[in-house]
């Protein structure tokens, strides 16, 4: 039978400090919950003072946890690193009663989150005291139950973490064949018989998107420039596309293979003849759109200046191949997505059920 239990009864605080100097790499906290290099610059800082983590330890930062709706927190799986003194660590007392891979997972949940920063609105600056934290109770099963659980969700991670290393390869794939075709060894003042200069205008519109009129909660997404907003039910396109944000992140380019809507924030294209969008979509990838801003202060994009991009164009066989070998390319890399996204939605059902 599970049974609530305050985190404070599983852990201890630690404090060891790098009085010796014999550990070097220094390390930070983001606040998703995952440790990085540190960028800090130590120049000149005396790193005695600094704290030493070790595997399956703790760090956590409890200052502002009710602003930023999330307590940055997490358990340390290298062999040692060092920390800003200002990071509280902690460690399990005993692992035969708790382990710190199943308390990583009860830190991970947003319940764990929204509970954190409820207790942290009536601290200093919404920061979380130490006995309000280890006051927080959590589950505790049998250890064999929970590894089992920590089996589970291992599982999906690791599942994860294959297909993201399996898209990365298939995007660098794609990205190498249209360097092969039309990029490497490739001289504009001697094209290949069929090929020539020409413009992004010649061979796409580019239109405006729209503030969306239809009625949310579709099965159509709305694009903005970080990718789909919501879901709607209108497109305003239904063949392939590739979206090009108008201000800020411009390039941030998407290719878009599906009926969609986008806001007036973004630009979409209509293609004027088959088999470019694929194309039209690694050509504007290879553009720093920062270096051709129209001159505002925030980063911006106009129609003349994508219309007068300039191109090369090649045979309508050539654009035939290239999207035939890019289009096996693009299914798997959709099949792994919607494959990862289905993995993420069981690890929230994991990571809920915890609590019941």
Known sequence: MTTYH???????????????????????????????????NVIGTDLSNYKVIRSEQFACSLMQVSRDGKMPIAMFEGNEAIMSPAYPMFEIIDKTKLLPQYLMMWFSRSEFDREASYYAVGGVRGSLTWDDFCNMRLPVPPIARQHEIVAEYATLTNRIRLNEQMIAKLEETAQALYRKMFVEGIDKENLPEGWRMGTLGEVCEIKYGKAHEGIPNGLIPIYGSGGIMRHGNKSICTEESVLIPRKGSLNNIMYINEPFWTVDTMFYTEMKQPHLAKYVFFNLKQYDFIAMDAGSAVPSMTTNILNQIVIIIPTPEVLKNFDEEMSVIFNNTEIMNKETSKLKDLLSLLLGKMGK
């Open 6 to 40: 305050p985190l404070g009864e599983y852990i201890r605080e630690v404090n060891v400090r790098n009085s010796d100097l014999k550990v070097t790499k220094l390390v930070g906290l983001t606040i998703d919950k995952a440790f990085i290099p540190s960028v800090a």
